[in-house]
């Protein structure tokens, strides 16, 4: 595996779109405690996407819902 610009994006893509099918945060299939880079790479970029997906939707939840439990 390259680790280049284009893998970035690849996975950062595939963390969001596994936040959007409901995978939980620990469901990522990289390593981050891999002795292999590659699978460094991936866990970061891939749970950076899946953070970035979660907040995007919690950014859409009105503030009165959030604030009430709902």
Do not use: H
Not at 10 to 25: Q, R, V, Y
Not at 33 to 60: M, P, V
């Amino acid at each position: 595996m390259e680790l280049n610009r284009q893998r970035y994006l690849a996975l950062l893509n595939e963390g969001k779109i596994a936040f959007a099918t409901g995978d939980p945060s620990d469901a990522c299939p990289y390593d981050p405690y891999s002795a292999d880079q590659a699978q460094q790479f991936g866990a970061r970029y891939w749970t950076k996407g899946w953070i970035a997906a979660r907040t995007a939707a919690e950014a859409k939840i009105p503030q009165d819902r959030v604030s009430a439990g709902q």
